[in-house]
């Protein structure tokens, strides 16, 4: 449809360019002959006033000619101006709701049409926006409420002693829950406006992805979890910072979802030109209608499941930015109860 809509404008700007071609040549020819006719009765002036009488009577007319193609209804150009101008009132001042109509704006219809794409564009950032400022809220509403209502407790002075411990526990996971909601808040805001120059260099991504693996061993470990790694000898030009955050909240996530005894699965070959990375889990899985969805910012497949666990929404969503600022790919593949895939695809690459 947008191509058949390039098409169009395309043949209207010819057409109307040799419109406005013939309209000159028109206006020229009738002015001559007007004047030409008035000589008759008048009497030639001077050559110099011919031309000028001439010039002005074909000014005149293209006038005339004009006013014919741009109003050929009849529009009122005060009236259409003040349409175009109402309507751009109402956008600035955050009314996004209010539609022109392009049939009734005469010759500035694609001017119409444009203002109406920007209204509905600003009414989608306007809706995300707000959305994204109610996820923020809520997310931090909730460890704030727990924060301050253990905070409170804390100052009984009969509290026994586990119970104080159990309390200040409490409160210091939520405050590194906070933490690390505002830092993936700043990192992806960061990607977003481009602040965070990609810094690539030539690196082993297999030993990435050990060391990554090794790390997060104290938690698969107390889970009784078995990872696996089959990792090919690759080396890649990328950042290097930002892949090992995008590794590690893929992990981090396979080993939080996944049930007491399961296994995980790290594979990394290559496909042509790509580099496969392929994060295996056992366990619960994703529904379908859950699978298109689980990138979007703030998204939660288990919202209950996912607060105890101390997720905030944010992982996937940074990890899809970083993969996509390398020119990669992420998708997903799962079935409830069988577990979890996630493959990425990173363009280029070499062995050893």
Same mark, same amino acid.
């Given at each position: ?5 390039? +098409?169009?404008?395309k ?8 419109a ?13 002959g ?11 002036p001077?050559?110099?006033f ?10 005149i007319?293209?006038?005339? #000619? ?11 150009? %005060? ?11 109402q956008?600035?001042? =955050? ?7 392009p049939?009734?704006? =005469?010759?500035?219809?694609?001017l119409? +049409? @444009? !203002? ?6 600003? =009414?989608?950032?306007?809706? %995300?926006?707000q959305d ?7 997310? !931090? ?13 804390l100052k009984?002075d &009969?509290?026994? &002693? ?19 909601? @505002?830092?993936?808040l700043?990192k992806l805001?960061s ?9 690539k260099q030539e ?6 992805? +050990? ?6 061993e ?11 790694a $089959? ?7 990328? &950042? ?7 590794? %590690? ?6 080993v ?7 296994? !995980?699965? #790290? ?11 392929k994060?295996?889990?056992? =366990?619960?899985?994703?529904?379908? +209608? ?11 497949? $288990?919202k209950?499941? &996912? ?18 600022l390398?020119d ?9 109860g ?9 363009k ?5």
């Amino acid at each position: 449809m947008n191509r058949n809509h390039k +098409e169009h404008r395309k043949h209207g700007r010819v057409f109307g360019f040799f419109a406005l071609l013939a309209a000159y040549c028109i206006a020229f020819l009738t002015g001559y002959g007007v004047t030409a006719l008035i000589y008759r009765f008048t009497g030639k002036p001077p050559d110099i006033f011919q031309h000028l009488f001439s010039g002005l009577s074909a000014v005149i007319i293209i006038i005339m #000619i004009w006013r014919l193609i741009l109003y050929p209804h009849g529009e009122d150009f %005060m009236g259409i101006h003040n349409q175009l101008t109402g309507t751009l009132a109402q956008i600035a001042k =955050g009314n996004f709701d209010i539609l022109l109509d392009p049939e009734n704006i =005469g010759f500035y219809n694609e001017l119409a +049409e @444009s !203002i109406n794409e920007m209204a509905r564009n600003l =009414g989608t950032l306007e809706t %995300m926006r707000q959305d994204f400022i109610s996820n923020v809220s809520h997310e !931090i509403q909730s460890p704030l409420t727990s924060i301050g209502g253990f905070a409170a407790l804390l100052k009984k002075d &009969d509290l026994p &002693d586990e119970q104080r411990q159990k309390y200040a526990q409490i409160i210091e996971a939520e405050s590194k829950r906070l933490s690390s909601l @505002s830092d993936n808040l700043l990192k992806l805001s960061s990607l977003d406006n481009d602040k965070i120059p990609l810094g690539k260099q030539e690196f082993r991504l297999d030993k990435q992805l +050990e060391h990554i693996a090794l790390t997060l061993e104290p938690q698969w470990s107390a889970k009784n979890l078995t990872l696996e790694a $089959d990792l090919q000898k690759l080396t890649v030009c990328g &950042d290097e910072d930002l892949l090992s955050q995008a590794w %590690m909240n893929l992990l981090h996530n396979a080993v939080k979802f996944t049930s007491e005894g399961g296994r !995980i699965d #790290i594979a990394l070959s290559t496909d042509g030109d790509s580099v496969v990375v392929k994060i295996t889990d056992t =366990g619960a899985g994703i529904a379908p +209608e859950d699978q298109v969805h689980i990138f979007e910012r703030f998204y939660k497949v $288990d919202k209950a499941r &996912d607060r105890s666990l101390g997720g905030n929404g944010l992982g996937l969503s940074l990890v899809k930015k970083i993969v996509e600022l390398h020119d990669g790919n992420i998708t997903v593949e799962s079935e409830i109860g069988k577990g979890t895939v996630f493959q990425i695809c990173l363009k280029g690459g070499s062995q050893g």
